[in-house]
């Protein structure tokens, strides 16, 4: 993969972290605490595949973009 490509991953891969963090922002509308922790737990487990997934090998190969780092 070229550096390109990376940013543009990084990129989308960002935009949809934000995306699935702001299902949890989202009024409940009469859901129960139930309800809700099973929707924050299926959004940090797709947040932790996208991270572990698609960024960390990213960021291994291309360490600048890490902003972490």
Request: zero cysteines; glycine letters at 8%.
């Amino acid at each position: 993969m070229n550096e390109e490509y990376a940013t543009k991953v990084q990129s989308y891969a960002l935009q949809a972290i934000k995306e699935l963090s702001a299902i949890l922002t989202i009024d409940g509308g009469g859901r129960s605490s139930e309800e809700y922790e099973l929707i924050q737990e299926a959004v940090g487990r797709s947040i932790g595949q996208i991270q572990m997934g698609v960024l960390e090998p990213l960021y291994k190969e291309y360490p600048a973009l890490d902003d972490l780092a």
